[in-house]
């Protein structure tokens, strides 16, 4: 699971360059994303937990850019 998480945070990075994007469609990237992660490496994919990790890190993001 902390392969998946770990992707999810290199994932939401790049959706936040996504432009023309709505937020719920990054989140959306990334779960697909993920998801096709955990697939290809056979990997268990709990959606719960990684949309609860999604979620974390953009309301990080979302503190850290009100910053700059």
Do not use: H, M, P, W
């Amino acid at each position: 699971l902390t392969t998946l998480l770990d992707a999810a945070e290199s994932l939401v990075e790049l959706a936040e360059n996504l432009e023309n994007c709505s937020g719920a469609e990054k989140k959306e990237y990334v779960l697909t994303k993920v998801k096709q992660y955990a697939d290809e490496n056979k990997i268990e994919f709990n959606a719960e937990k990684v949309t609860e990790k999604i979620e974390r890190l953009i309301e990080l993001s979302k503190q850290v850019n009100k910053r700059n």
